[in-house]
């Protein structure tokens, strides 16, 4: 028994999603023993997830990489090397292919979890900056590049992303998002459960539009069912609507309404009702009831984002809250203003778009990066500016982007690999070296990026709950090695003075760097007041009437109608409406799941196994399949035979699939045992894309076929 001294309780953060939890976690002998949501955060209010309650488990797990690993090729045994040998081999391979091939010959992939660590926000972007290859890709062309492109190009800046004032607002119009499961996203809310509570205590409504009835529908004051793809058709019709009805306006720093009018003339509600299935008199009361609540926002997230009309579905939920009254107004789509605005004050780029195309495909980068979907072609074909060794840090692109069984195979005829990341995944498998970080309870943290899209302002800096583990670095001290010992091998080096700006900024630790942007920010709060207050500092709620100062466009100004949006109307207007016993493939999360990680953690993974194709009874009896079969799924790009299961939950002519499994499909891969199943990915198909680049991952046509037995 531990003696009372011995226990001792710290407070921490969860990294594992948006939400930003502060945690209340209890250690004996130095091994965590409890883990709570903290009552005092300002933000998070004592909110935990089950995920939350785990974060420990995955700095325990035994499986977990400590030491950098390196493959023999020949033989696919890992051994565990040394730190400056693993720095050296893969500043060396780096340099070498970039000194015969040049820069865009490394390949880079960013997976989610970089956002949220302090240490890859400040060292890793520098890293990948300092490599210089066109061929960079991240998570984001699988998920929000459509938010980004739209308010680079509205509001002038990528990150520069209204958050809805769930707080206050009377009316919240929930499009392709399930919070409930995934706790918000681009909207860090923290108790979603209670603040949605909230909400309709007072009167408020949530209405969600959703081909599955989700945890979030089932406590929403309504829910639509709409064919998957066919949103972009239902929000312009809303707009259509306001403006129909003569209750539309716009501020008056914005232009472009008369364009707006006339680019969704087309597009009227009985259009959208023979597309989405959602009937016009319905889309008309939604339009109306959002015009008319008192305060109201329109939100929608990875369901119309990860679609093949994304940005024109963010463009029409911005004209909505826009031409409402609901931007920038307390209860609508709101600005924050974070202790450290990295919008404002420049520290994350503006964003552009087609500075340079992919080479084979010739998509149009973003903001620095390339569509993933065009990673493959980019590894497998020949010529100048071939991908011939990659680096991947935090992420799994081969479970989580489109066609990810092509990408796999490409993965492995690479010239090298090399990997940060704290597992071998199905990803990392094919890296010559992997390099692990400390994990997130080892490591400082002040978030970057999640206050700044906040309900709440608020401010907080955790030091690391955990000692660092012994012979282990920090993500940032990996990315100074490689940044450094990589830019010191190449044949043609920067200059001297961009060199020593690349050391100075490299040896700098994350929280020296947090200290000195909050000392020269405008909030007052500095790290020695966080440190002071360890829960978090409260900043109160977003502030309305932050426009037009905040906009970051040249002329301070909004345009409401944005060519490249308006160009990609045409390409809208001639969508097909769906035909008779088709079937489109949708995704989806559960509160347990992280993408494609946290598997192999044994409290979230016991009990039902949740791993199954969804159907509608109907589509299952026009197939004569029964409920709990096997079936294969087939798309344009590959099959997969999993289970299936009945539920009137998806709207008939859907079918859904979780994102994140198929551990499977390598024997031995971690948590395969644990969680069967199959990836969504190996159906998604690359050449779906949004105008932005960003991959059609929802509404997939699919046959499902019962197998012999
Ligand atoms: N069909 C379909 N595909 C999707 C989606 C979907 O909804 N449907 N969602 C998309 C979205 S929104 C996203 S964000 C992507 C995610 O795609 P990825 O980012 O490619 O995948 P993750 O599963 O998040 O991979 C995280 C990896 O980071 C590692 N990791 C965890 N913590 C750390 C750390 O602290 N340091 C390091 N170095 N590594 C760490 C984990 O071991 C894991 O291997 O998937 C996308 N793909
Ligand atoms: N527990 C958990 N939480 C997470 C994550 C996780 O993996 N697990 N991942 C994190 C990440 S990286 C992200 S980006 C966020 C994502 O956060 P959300 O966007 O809230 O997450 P999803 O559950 O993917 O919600 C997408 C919803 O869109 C619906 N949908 C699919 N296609 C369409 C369509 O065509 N039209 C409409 N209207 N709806 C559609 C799906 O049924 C689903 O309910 O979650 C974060 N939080
Ligand atoms: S909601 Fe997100 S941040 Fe909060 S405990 Fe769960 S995983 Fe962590
Ligand atoms: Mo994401």
Redesign the pocket.
Known sequence: MPTPTDRTTKLGVCNL??AICGLEITLERGAVTAVRGNPDDPLSRGHICP?GVAIADVHADPDRLRRPVRRDRATGTWTEIGWDEAFDLVADELAATINEHGRDAVGIYLG?PNVHSLGSMTHGTALVKALRSRNTYSATSV??LPHQLLAHLVFGHQLLLPVPDIDRTDHFLV?????M?????LMTVPDFPRRVRELKRRGGRVVV????R?ETARIATEHHF?R??S?AWVLLAMVHVLLDDGVASAPSYADGLDAVAAAVGPFTPERAEAMSGLPAEEVRRLARELAAAESGVAYG????ST?EFGTVCQWAVTLLNVLTGNLDREGGAMFTSPAIDVVGRGIIGRGHHGAWRSRVRGLPETAGELPVSALREEIETPGQGQVRTMLTLSGNPVLSTPDGARLDEALSGLDFMASVDIYLNETTRHADVVLPPTTALERDHYDLVFHALAVRNTARFTPAVLPAGPGTRHDWQIYREIALRTVSRLDRKPSRWRRLTLQARMRTSPTRLVQGLLATGRTGVTLRRLRANPAGIDLGPLRPGLLPERLRTRDRRIDLAPQLVIDDLARLAEAVPPTEGELLL??????????AWLHNVPRLTRGRPRHHLLMHPADLAARSIDDGATVRVTSRVGSVEVEVAATEDVMRGVV?LPH?YGHARNPGMLGAARVPGVSINDLTDPERLDVSGNAAL??VPVTVEALPR
Request: aromatic share 0%.
């Open positions: 999603c948006e995920k989610n998920d929000q499009v392709g998002a399930n919070p499961a995934s706790n918000g996203s539009l959703d081909p599955r989700t709409v998957p793809g949103d997230r990875v369901g119309v679609h949708i995704g989806r999360r559960h509160q347990q799941d992280c993408n859904s994140g929802s509404g």
